[in-house]
């Protein structure tokens, strides 16, 4: 006995080509819609380790613009203020701090990279409190520094693949005229330190003449403290900025969502002129099948039968179109990746696409929805079709 | 007993300014087992009568009634709901270009009615119908690989399978030779006679009208020569 939803099926296979065409349409929609999704929650998490990842919850710098401390905490930054050193004594005596780790960043022009040359940027932190900051570091050769003086550097994996460095080889700081011995190579941590060269603070003041001097202190606090209150009672200090991580979180945020808007948009029109192709197909096919609909009717469809059996043809579609897009995201996720990193140079690291199943099958969802309303029209369309209309269109006889 | 009783009953068009009467102030009874043909030139009405008897179209005048039950009357048609059961109980119809669903089986196109309303009761009587009509061997065909007289056989059956009151047939033999035409018409027949389906249909086959207990032939839209006879 065949069913509705087997009558529907059949009937798509009809017209193969146009079926096809449609399908493919709603695949690649589904597909745009995925991957946008999963790059909104990807990017959204992988900025949250990224921060998290740094260890402390609130940024001391030297007073500046805040934009420039949060490059500084992601990627790196140059031409920084300095606040003195006897900061962190002032800091120490705060009840609401945990631990501290002073920093110290310098870049240098070095000749020597590619072509044309670079930025060589070195990071200089306490071998005393940063490993225990850090603690998802690991070492694929060798260890911390041996002194909090020394003239060592420890490279991150990144760093140490592109400059091809070894545990004993030794760094040249341009224009210094001094040598860091690479005491360790760390294993790769999916943050902004696998491109990143440690010093011990003390010894890049000595070197680049900044002694007494830091670009910023790591801020752990205890667990409960009220970090706005703390954020606040920072400022009695004088000459500093204080950023907190969930405002480095919520900057950023609200940077990269004018970009969000803007490809959700692209793909929600992606998505209408997908459903305006289902629409089409359906609407051709209920013109096409007038006669064969109008003696089902004959034969005791009910108009609800035929709203159900055009409507089934819909759901056909845009059930199998958004398995294939869903498919096409996962299979196409690393592409796709690539392509947003080509597009967003700066963006966070780790996996920027984070398609799960809650997120497939919502979006399977959106589809299907969008894709029943717009067969509404053609099964209402349908379900009104007399029967007598349909048998006179081709007897012709009154 | 009275399945189908018309009484004035009309059906009027407008083509432009002009009104055509297809149907004509028809009065009409048709009784259980009687197998009736109306005959008549093109445009005589034939069609349209037959139309408004299978409760496929709305009269515009008097009333019809069927299984006592009243489907038009005063100017009033019975709701689409109701109009669609009396479609699915009482009738079975047979149309001269078949209209089988081309992408749907020999034996999906006869349990096509049943794809609205399931019966799983009604599978074995799906072999029962094909054996009865010579297609038990076509069930797993495309209409598409079987020829006119069996896509005609293969509308009968179709609608034979809810076992209705009545079958319309309008011009079951139009498309066929006149090899064909006899198979179908002693088909007819035989339910008339043997299963005791009452039997309304549409001719220009003399043949066939023949093969009829009443010949009603039609002009402009009026019963001009009811001729009762016995096969």
């Known amino acids: 006995m065949p069913s509705i939803s087997a009558i529907a099926y059949k009937n798509l296979k009809r017209k193969r080509l146009r079926s096809f065409l449609t399908l493919l349409g709603i695949s690649l929609s589904t597909w745009v819609l995925i991957s946008l999704l999963g790059f909104n929650q990807g990017y959204e998490r992988s900025l949250s380790t990224d921060i998290d990842n740094l260890g402390f919850q609130v940024l001391l710098t030297a007073k500046g613009c805040p934009y420039e401390a949060?490059?500084?905490?992601?990627?790196?930054?140059?031409?920084?203020?300095?606040m003195p050193e006897s900061v962190l004594d002032s800091l120490a005596t705060q009840p609401e701090v945990q631990k501290l780790t002073p920093m110290l960043m310098q870049a240098?022009?070095?000749?020597?990279?590619?072509d044309t040359g670079a930025i060589a940027a070195f990071t200089g932190v306490d071998?005393?409190?940063?490993?225990?900051?850090?603690?998802?570091?690991e070492f694929a050769e060798g260890a911390w520094f041996t002194n909090p003086t020394a003239m060592e550097a420890v490279i991150g994996y990144e760093a140490a693949e592109l400059e091809q460095r070894q545990v004993g080889d030794l760094i040249l700081v341009p224009d210094k005229n001094v040598e860091l011995k690479v005491v360790g190579?760390?294993?790769?941590?999916?943050?902004?330190?696998?491109?990143?060269?440690?010093?011990?603070?003390?010894?890049?003041?000595?070197?680049?003449?900044?002694?007494?001097k830091l670009t910023s202190v790591g801020i752990k606090v205890h667990k409960n403290t009220d970090i706005n209150a703390f954020e606040e009672k920072l400022y009695s200090l004088q000459d500093v900025q204080v950023v907190s991580m969930a405002q480095v979180k919520s900057t950023i945020s609200s940077l990269v969502t004018t970009a969000k808007v803007m490809v959700m948009s692209i793909a929600i029109i992606a998505i209408l002129i997908a459903m305006v192709g289902v629409m089409n197909t359906i609407l051709m096919s209920v013109l096409e099948r007038y006669q064969e609909i109008g003696i089902m009717k004959s034969m005791g469809a009910s108009a609800g039968h035929i709203f159900r059996l055009i409507w089934?043809?819909?759901?056909?579609?845009?059930?199998?179109?958004?398995?294939?897009?869903?498919?096409?995201?996962l299979g196409l996720a690393t592409l796709t990746e690539s392509l947003i990193r080509y597009i967003l140079p700066f963006s966070p690291k780790g996996s920027l696409i984070l398609i799960d199943f809650p997120l497939v099958l919502r979006s399977i969802g959106i589809i299907m929805g969008i894709g029943l309303v717009s067969g509404i029209y053609p099964a209402y369309r349908a379900s009104r079709i007399k029967p007598i209309e349909a048998i006179r269109s081709s007897e012709g006889e009154l | 007993m009275s399945l189908i009783k018309a009484n004035g009953l009309s059906k009027t068009y407008l083509r432009g300014a002009e009104e055509i009467k297809a149907v004509d102030g028809i009065d009409l009874e048709v009784s259980s087992g009687e197998f009736v043909a109306f005959v008549g030139a093109s445009g005589s009405g034939k069609t349209t009568l037959l139309h408004l008897l299978g409760c496929l179209d709305d009269p515009t005048g008097g009333t019809l009634t069927v299984m006592d039950r009243t489907v038009f009357a005063n100017g009033k048609a019975m709701p689409e709901r109701e109009l669609t059961k009396i479609r699915r109980q009482v009738f079975g119809y047979i149309f001269q270009k078949f209209y089988l669903i081309p992408t749907l089986t020999v034996k999906?196109?006869?349990?096509?009615?049943?794809?609205?309303?399931?019966?799983?009761?009604?599978?074995h009587n799906v072999l029962d119908v094909a054996r009865q009509l010579g297609l038990e061997k076509r069930l797993s065909h495309l209409p598409k690989e079987i020829s006119g007289g069996e896509m005609q056989r293969v509308a009968i059956a179709r609608a034979l399978i809810n076992e209705p009151k009545i079958i319309l047939a309008d011009e079951p033999t139009g498309n066929l030779d006149s090899k064909r035409s006899v198979e179908i018409a002693d088909i007819l027949a035989d339910l008339n006679q043997n299963r005791g389906i009452t039997i309304i249909l549409v001719t220009h086959n003399h043949d066939l009208a023949q093969r009829a207990g009443r010949i009603i032939e039609l002009s402009d839209g009026r019963i001009v020569s009811p001729d009762d006879h016995n096969v």
């Open chain 1, 70 to 82: 949060a490059t500084l905490m992601m990627q790196g930054g140059a031409g920084l203020r300095y």
């Open chain 1, 108 to 114: 240098v022009f070095d000749p020597t990279i590619g």
């Open chain 1, 127 to 137: 071998p005393a409190t940063f490993p225990s900051m850090r603690t998802y570091l």
């Open chain 1, 185 to 212: 190579i760390l294993k790769r941590s999916g943050t902004q330190d696998d491109g990143t060269i440690f010093v011990p603070y003390k010894a890049l003041q000595q070197v680049f003449g900044v002694q007494g």
């Open chain 1, 312 to 329: 089934s043809e819909t759901v056909i579609l845009c059930l199998l179109g958004g398995i294939v897009g869903a498919l096409l995201a």
């Open chain 2, 108 to 123: 999906e196109n006869i349990l096509l009615p049943f794809a609205f309303h399931r019966n799983p009761g009604v599978l």
